[in-house]
T-cell receptor, first 106, second 112 residues
Framework: GIQVEQSPPDLILQEGANSTLRCNFS?????LQWFHQNPWGQLINLFY???GTKQNGRLSATTVATERYSLLYISSSQTTDSGVYFC????????FGTGTRLQVFP | DTGVSQNPRHKITKRGQNVTFRCDPI?????LYWYRQTLGQGPEFLTY????????KSRLLSDRFSAERPKGSFSTLEIQRTEQGDSAMYLC??????????FGSGTRLTVV
């Protein structure tokens, strides 16, 4: 099956810093999504991005499907950005990576 | 559109008891998925339905687990004779084929 690797596994930032999260996947995919899981366990969809670049406020994402990776950029981080960020790719079903745990301190 | 709804939010049960969870997907979505997430891990696929047909089941879904989606609307996930290893967050998602997945808030199961 498709393998999904995320890096770094943990990230600690001070408020205001920028960061880049990476997702590598092992095969061609039909879909790629980035999620933020809040402390209550809710998975919040950030981007549906099988290819190209999208931006939403302080967040943006780029997927280079031919090279099998995606990047999530967080600019001017805030404490509310803390949580776990998951990349998930779909062949015939959505497969999740192990996540990046982000902690943003004031 | 009120999103994907899951009930209950939390369930504590004694080992050996049966439990049932419910998921109400987004009404226009024809695909419904169940995932399980344990502490420190990403969600793992359990099973999915297209309309009322169950199209795939993971090897994680032992004989004690059964899922149904009567009439292609809401779905239920039942766990019989629960074990402590079943303690996890159970997540439901829905999608249109070829579209993004929307997840519910999950049901957190604790088996004591």
């Amino acid at each position: 099956g498709i393998q999904v690797e995320q890096s770094p596994p943990d990230l600690i930032l001070q408020e205001g810093a920028n960061s880049t999260l990476r997702c590598n996947f092992s095969d061609s995919v039909n879909n790629l999504q980035w999620f933020h899981q809040n402390p209550w366990g809710q998975l919040i969809n950030l981007f549906y991005i099988p290819s190209g670049t999208k931006q939403n406020g302080r967040l943006s994402a780029t997927t280079v499907a031919t090279e099998r990776y995606s990047l999530l950029y967080i600019s001017s981080s805030q404490t509310t950005d803390s949580g776990v960020y998951f990349c998930a790719v779909e062949g015939d079903k959505l497969i999740f990576g192990t996540g990046t745990r982000l902690q943003v301190f004031p | 559109d009120t999103g994907v709804s899951q009930n209950p939010r939390h369930k504590i049960t004694k080992r050996g008891q049966n439990v049932t969870f419910r998921c109400d997907p987004i009404s226009e979505h024809n695909r419904l998925y169940w995932y399980r997430q344990t502490l420190g891990q990403g969600p793992e696929f359990l099973t999915y339905f297209q309309n009322e047909a169950q199209l795939e089941k993971s090897r994680l879904l032992s004989d004690r687990f059964s899922a149904e989606r009567p009439k292609g609307s809401f779905s239920t996930l039942e766990i019989q004779r629960t074990e402590q290893g079943d303690s996890a967050m159970y997540l439901c998602a829905s999608s249109l084929r070829g579209g993004g997945y929307t997840f519910g808030s999950g049901t957190r199961l604790t088996v004591v």
